[in-house]
């Protein structure tokens, strides 16, 4: 019933696109929060390639973990050499745990770039992270088919001085989105391909292609394998010891 109602609405949408009336960003927004956030947790097994003048430098296998509405876990299991290395996002805190040194250390997330550090997007699928981008305020138009989104802050301290988010209006799924510094000056892009149910009524990009302020192919992420709602348990979202559980 869920998906045939969400079936009807986006019919009506379209309609009115196909008469001139685009949807409004609010509209965008709560479709694709609806197609791709409707769950309490998920588990997946990814495939991370690393680029460097455009040919493949590194491979790595992780395990992600995600916990609604702002925990993500991220455990390395290849190459070798990075096996048992994690790390762990809760809220705006952030730790990295280094296996070979048997120690946690605590990371700034406003530091990391989009480009490096391509599991920052897993995250824009937990509730919490979604909300910042109604941070901005967005003007919609037309684009090749598409829905183009262009944000601009209406708060101090946004994380980006705007957003371009292409969405796909048959099915609204992102399939492009651009990252801009205050300055205007271009961060990243990201692609999202392989549009996929991966649970009734839930979508995913299982390939999404990162590329840098250069327009140079960076990192591939696929995802291999996802089970969304399997009871991942809150213990593996724990902070380090002594972190007070704030990152202190």
Same mark, same amino acid.
């Given at each position: 019933?869920?998906?045939?109602? /969400?079936?009807? *609405?986006?019919?009506?949408?379209?309609?009115?696109?196909?008469? %001139?009336?685009?949807?409004?960003?609010?509209?965008?927004?709560?479709?694709?929060?609806?197609?791709? #956030? %409707?769950?309490?947790?998920?588990?997946?097994?990814?495939?991370? *390639?690393?680029?460097? =003048? @455009?040919?493949?430098?590194?491979?790595?296998? *992780?395990?992600? &973990?995600?916990?609604?509405?702002?925990?993500?876990?991220?455990?390395?299991?290849?190459?070798?050499?990075?096996? %048992?290395?994690? $790390?762990?996002?809760?809220?705006?805190?952030?730790?990295?745990?280094?296996?070979?040194?048997?120690?946690?250390?605590?990371?700034?997330?406003?530091?990391?770039?989009?480009?490096?550090?391509?599991?920052?997007?897993?995250?824009?699928?937990?509730?919490?992270?979604?909300?910042?981008?109604?941070?901005?305020?967005?003007?919609?138009?037309?684009?090749?088919?598409?829905?183009?989104?262009? @944000?601009?802050?209406?708060?101090? @301290?946004?994380? &980006?001085?705007?957003?371009?988010?292409? !969405?796909?209006?048959?099915?609204?799924?992102? !399939?492009?989105?651009?990252?801009?510094?205050?300055? @205007?000056?271009?961060?990243?892009?990201?692609?999202?391909?392989?549009?996929?149910? !991966?649970?009734? #009524? /839930?979508?995913?990009?299982?390939? +999404?292609?990162?590329?840098?302020?250069?327009?140079?192919? !960076? $990192?591939?992420?696929?995802?291999?394998? +996802?089970?969304?709602?399997?009871?991942?348990?809150?213990?593996?979202?724990?902070?380090? =010891?002594?972190?007070? #559980?704030? %990152?202190?």
């Amino acid at each position: 019933m869920k998906i045939f109602a /969400m079936g009807i *609405v986006s019919l009506c949408i379209l309609s009115s696109a196909a008469l %001139g009336q685009l949807p409004v960003p609010d509209e965008v927004l709560d479709h694709m929060e609806a197609v791709m #956030g %409707g769950f309490s947790d998920l588990e997946a097994r990814l495939s991370i *390639v690393h680029f460097r =003048e @455009g040919q493949p430098d590194l491979q790595q296998e *992780v395990k992600l &973990y995600l916990l609604q509405q702002d925990k993500l876990r991220l455990e390395y299991l290849s190459p070798d050499y990075l096996a %048992g290395n994690v $790390s762990l996002a809760v809220g705006d805190s952030f730790w990295v745990y280094i296996a070979a040194a048997d120690t946690w250390y605590e990371k700034d997330l406003s530091e990391l770039s989009p480009s490096q550090q391509p599991w920052i997007m897993f995250r824009a699928l937990l509730r919490s992270v979604r909300s910042e981008y109604r941070e901005y305020s967005y003007q919609v138009k037309a684009d090749g088919g598409l829905l183009l989104l262009t @944000g601009t802050p209406t708060e101090e @301290g946004a994380v &980006y001085g705007r957003i371009e988010l292409w !969405v796909d209006p048959e099915n609204w799924l992102p !399939v492009r989105r651009k990252l801009y510094d205050v300055d @205007g000056k271009f961060l990243a892009e990201a692609r999202f391909l392989q549009h996929t149910e !991966v649970a009734p #009524g /839930m979508w995913l990009p299982l390939k +999404v292609e990162v590329y840098d302020e250069e327009g140079k192919l !960076v $990192s591939e992420v696929s995802y291999l394998e +996802v089970k969304v709602d399997v009871g991942v348990p809150e213990s593996l979202f724990a902070p380090p =010891e002594g972190s007070g #559980g704030s %990152g202190g």
